[in-house]
């Protein structure tokens, strides 16, 4: 059930993002409701399988590699759907859903494997700081995909290109708007969930160095987004410069750790 489910969610998110991408085929607005529905269907089933996974392991889909990859593409697609419907602009998912598809097909392929999971109140606060983390992540891509668009949109316009992009593409200004209100909710999900980690370890006695490192790593990119944007008053062009190459060395990070260390923890 839970392969089965996921197939179908991966297989949404590219539908969806196929759908938005549809302006650069034809001269064409997107589907709003058709791209929208594509990502509903997508995070629904995706919603069954990590059901349907917790009840066969007993076990919320938090701990170990598989689970809780796919957890994260679920909260990353559930926020983009949550921006696309109060936007009513599409064209995030483009890049926001195949971001979505790609752990949830890492999940399946590494398997879907429980890890140990802590009780009572040790449990709760171990849940609190994943599922913070994994929002932040997920606003961070979120600013990430705007800064990227806003990008290639300026360099067409620099060019005096006015072609699919131009039709497809939300103005500067709204993805300027979106990369900051994205990048202040990364930085906020982030940096409480790097808090309760901290503490977490310190609590418990339990630190894994590379799972600091990776937490670290994701935090200061955010935070150099977030707080430049508030303290600094970066510029658009800056901020989506910061965005895309910080959430790409996030990722970079990620899979040095995985790489260097394959069994890192069941967290990393």
């Known amino acids: 059930m839970t392969a089965i489910a996921h197939f179908v969610a991966i297989t949404a998110y590219i539908a969806a993002a196929a759908l938005a991408a ?3 085929a034809r001269p064409i607005n997107a589907p709003v409701r058709g791209v929208i529905g594509a990502l509903a269907l997508g995070v629904l089933a995706h919603a069954v399988a ?3 996974f917790a009840r066969s392991a007993g076990a919320l889909p938090l701990t170990g590699l598989g689970p809780s990859l796919s957890f994260a593409g679920f909260v990353l697609a559930a926020t983009l759907l949550v921006v696309e419907i109060a936007a009513r602009e599409v064209s995030l998912t483009v890049i926001a859903a195949p971001l979505a598809a790609l752990p949830t097909t890492a ?3 590494v398997g879907m494997v429980p890890g140990a999971e802590p009780v009572g109140a040790k449990g709760t606060w171990l849940v609190a700081h994943i599922t913070l983390s994994f929002l932040g992540i997920a606003a961070f891509a979120t600013a990430a995909a705007a800064g990227i668009m806003y990008l290639v949109q300026r360099r067409e316009l620099r060019s005096r290109r006015f072609g699919a992009i131009f039709r497809f593409f939300p103005p500067l200004a709204t993805l300027d708007r979106v990369n900051h209100v994205a990048a202040i909710a990364g930085w906020i999900g982030l ?16 630190m894994n160095l590379l799972q600091l490192m990776w937490g670290m790593g994701a935090w200061i990119a955010v935070s150099a987004l977030a707080l430049g944007r ?7 062009r800056r901020a989506a410069l910061i ?3 910080g959430f790409g060395a996030v990722l970079i990070l990620y899979v040095a750790l995985r790489t260097a260390a394959p069994g890192a923890g069941q967290f990393l």
């Open 191 to 206: 940096t409480l969930g790097v808090v309760l980690a901290g503490a977490y370890s310190i609590a418990y006695h339990e």
């Open 50 to 52: 990590l059901v349907a």
């Open 107 to 109: 999940a399946n392929l």
């Open 230 to 236: 508030v303290i600094a008053g970066w510029q658009a």
């Open 22 to 24: 549809m302006p650069f």
């Open 243 to 245: 965005a895309a190459y």
